[in-house]
Nanobody
C-alpha cells in the first residue's frame, strides 16, 4: 500500500529548529520527486520545498536560506531541516509524491502531486 507518513513536528520557540521526516512505503521512492507543502489556518496550501529524483532542490522564497530538503533513498525517507523558525512558519506540513515518475524538474503546484501524508503540526511560538 502506497503511503507517506510525516513526523517530527512540534512546538518550538522562534529561532529554533526542527527536522521533519517523510517516510515512504509501497513504491520506489528513488524514481519520484517529493514535495513539502504547508497549510496555515485560514490560508491556502503552499509549496515549501521539493527535491527531484536527481537531487535537484528548490525552495519557496519565504524559506530560502533557512530550510534544507534532503533525501535518503536507502531509508525511503525525505527530510526537511528547518532552522531559524519564525511564527509565520506555523502550519501543518505535508509531503507528497509527484504523480509522474522521473519528471525532470520539481513543480511547485500541488496539482502535480498525489499520495499526501496526514501532515505534522509545526507551531513556532514563544
Amino acid at each position: 500500500q502506497l503511503q507517506l507518513v510525516e513526523s517530527g513536528g512540534g512546538l518550538v520557540q522562534p529561532g529554533g529548529s526542527l527536522r521533519l521526516s517523510c517516510a515512504a512505503s509501497g513504491f520506489a521512492l528513488d524514481y519520484y520527486n517529493i514535495g513539502w507543502f504547508r497549510q496555515a489556518p485560514g490560508k491556502e496550501r503552499e509549496g515549501v520545498s521539493c527535491i527531484s529524483s536527481s537531487y535537484t532542490t528548490n525552495y519557496a522564497d519565504s524559506v530560502k536560506g533557512r530550510f534544507t530538503i534532503s533525501r535518503d533513498n536507502a531509508k525511503a525517507t525525505v527530510y526537511l531541516q528547518m532552522n531559524s523558525l519564525k511564527p509565520e512558519d506555523t502550519a501543518i506540513y505535508y509531503c507528497a509524491k509527484d504523480r509522474v515518475p522521473g519528471r525532470a524538474t520539481c513543480r511547485d503546484d500541488s496539482s502535480f502531486f498525489s499520495s499526501w501524508g496526514q501532515g505534522t503540526q509545526v507551531t513556532v511560538s514563544s
